[in-house]
């Protein structure tokens, strides 16, 4: 077995690189979504990063403070974008205009090396 201790600074300090990368991110689906902060007015995150503390405080102070939520998972807000792709799509009720974007920063690539 293997066992290590590191103080908190020093993973900040070695997370600092992908905090840079985190904070771009952010400003960019801030300046895609056209939004003011002062209107957003609700901010939920999902996936394993949404338990990573700098993270959540980098994307509270990228909304001007706000609380961020953790408590939907990802099979739930898959269940809600379901549920209201279809509430639009129904004439029988009625859903304010917005727009989802999604975007993928990393290409991915797949290849196949036969032998």
């Known amino acids: 077995d293997f066992g290590s201790d590191m103080k908190r600074e020093?993973?900040?300090e070695m997370c600092k690189p992908m905090m840079a990368k985190?904070?771009?991110?952010?400003?960019?689906?801030?300046a895609a979504s056209g939004i003011p902060v002062e209107q957003i007015e609700f901010v939920e995150i999902v996936g394993g990063a949404s338990r990573v503390p700098w993270?959540?405080?980098?994307?509270?102070?990228?909304?001007?403070?706000?609380?961020?939520?953790?408590?939907?998972?990802?099979?739930?807000?898959v269940a809600r974008g379901c549920a209201l792709q279809a509430?639009?799509?129904?004439?029988?009720?009625?859903?304010?205009?917005?727009e989802i974007k999604e975007g993928l920063t990393v290409p991915i690539e797949i290849g196949w090396m036969g032998s």
């Open 10 to 12: 020093a993973l900040l």
């Open 22 to 30: 985190v904070q771009a991110v952010l400003d960019a689906a801030k």
């Open 55 to 77: 993270i959540k405080e980098m994307i509270s102070s990228a909304f001007g403070g706000k609380a961020i939520s953790t408590t939907m998972n990802a099979d739930e807000s």
């Open 87 to 98: 509430a639009i799509l129904s004439p029988l009720y009625k859903v304010r205009d917005f």
